[in-house]
């Protein structure tokens, strides 16, 4: 309140200066309705104000509604306090001189309301905006998910403002990461991660980011380097970045990164992380690995389901006789015999065909 009280006492002496042309009683009550505010005594202000009368049309008129604006501002009646200013600098009465600083004030009231299209309009062009205005503009495009927009302008305040706080560099993390802009995203998470490098999750969040930018091999070696560290990070945490790769459509980059994580052993290598590497590798068609990984699985276990996906991977790569003797194991572990007969009719046809060619080819 105090810092709002010396902003409002500042406005009032500007408006001084054009005490001359202005009707002597009006400025007087404006006068003893600042002094009231001042001194937190807010009904006098508003009785000084009420006694004053302006011409339609007037400066005084105007004086009389940026007053009450910054009252209601003061009051925490932001909506009343924006109608009132923004009646004021629309009237055409205010001096040129305090113009901008009323702008500037009334894109505040917007800002706090969200109205942020209003605030853009305020502020202008950021060519040569204070750093103020920069957050402001920041905090209005991301009001309206531009990110593009937004972006350049938090750049500007950053390299302005090498220690502005982790919120800024954590916004230019989450827009360009949002945008796709994954390279870049890292860039600034590493700015993060200098600042806390005894934090556990942005290293997470790093290794996210070089996932995401497909580069799981140096996503690994920085989980790695956090673990060198001393530094922990729960399965669920480890699990979240493989499936953010597969939610992603990037199987291929998610079957690396899971592989390299339980070949380090960041991860324990249990079964259902086993089964989620193999479909990730069949997912990104490297139905070899994925074949080796189900076979395996399917001899642990004995179970149908694994040994039909076993076949399924084999005749997809024309590989007859290897999924007949899977299909033949899915078969004794109780797999569906209609299933098992089709897909058997299927390669054996195959099969016959491609070594009555291999006959004729010999001839």
Do not use: C
């Not at 894109?107 to 750093?131: D, W």
């Not at 076949?311 to 790569?317: F, K, N, P, T, W």
């Amino acid at each position: 309140m105090p810092r709002l009280l010396l902003l409002i006492s500042l406005l009032f002496a500007a408006s001084a200066q054009a005490a001359q042309s202005v009707d002597p009683s009006v400025f007087k009550a404006l006068e003893r309705a600042q002094s009231a505010q001042e001194k937190g005594d807010y009904g006098a202000a508003h009785r000084a104000l009420k006694q004053a009368e302006a011409k339609p049309g007037s400066a005084e008129e105007a004086l009389l509604w940026r007053s009450r604006a910054y009252l209601a501002w003061a009051e925490g009646n932001n909506r009343q306090a924006l109608e009132l200013l923004d009646k004021a600098i629309a009237s055409g009465k205010l001096d040129e001189a305090i113009l901008p600083n009323e702008r500037l004030n009334l894109a505040k009231l917007n800002l706090v309301e969200r109205r942020y299209a209003k605030v853009v309009s305020l502020l202008g062009s950021p060519a040569n905006a204070s750093e103020e205005v920069l957050q402001m503009l920041v905090q209005a495009y991301q009001g309206l998910g531009q990110h593009a927009k937004a972006l350049p302008l938090a750049e500007r305040y950053v390299q302005a403002n090498p220690n502005a706080a982790d919120t800024w560099l954590q916004f230019l993390v989450a827009g360009n990461a949002e945008l796709k802009r994954y390279e870049t995203a890292e860039r600034w998470q590493s700015r993060l991660l200098a600042r806390h490098p005894d934090q556990a999750k942005s290293w997470r969040q790093l290794a996210g980011l070089q996932q995401m930018a497909g580069d799981e091999d140096k996503a690994l070696a920085t989980l790695r380097a956090a673990h060198v560290k001393g530094l922990r990070f729960t399965e669920a945490e480890l699990d979240n970045l493989v499936l953010l790769a597969s939610a992603a459509g990037q199987p291929w980059q998610g079957a690396k990164l899971l592989q390299g994580m339980l070949d380090s052993r960041l991860l324990p290598s249990d079964a259902k992380r086993r089964e989620r590497l193999g479909m990730l590798w069949w997912q990104a068609r490297e139905r070899s690995q994925a074949a080796q990984i189900y076979r395996n699985l399917a001899a642990q276990s004995g179970s149908a389901t694994f040994w039909l996906n076993v076949a399924q991977l084999e005749l997809e790569q024309a590989h007859w006789q290897a999924g007949l003797d899977a299909l033949k194991q899915a078969e004794r572990a109780g797999a569906e015999r209609r299933k098992v007969r089709s897909w058997r009719e299927w390669a054996e046809g195959e099969l016959s065909f491609e070594r009555q060619r291999q006959v004729a080819s010999t001839r």
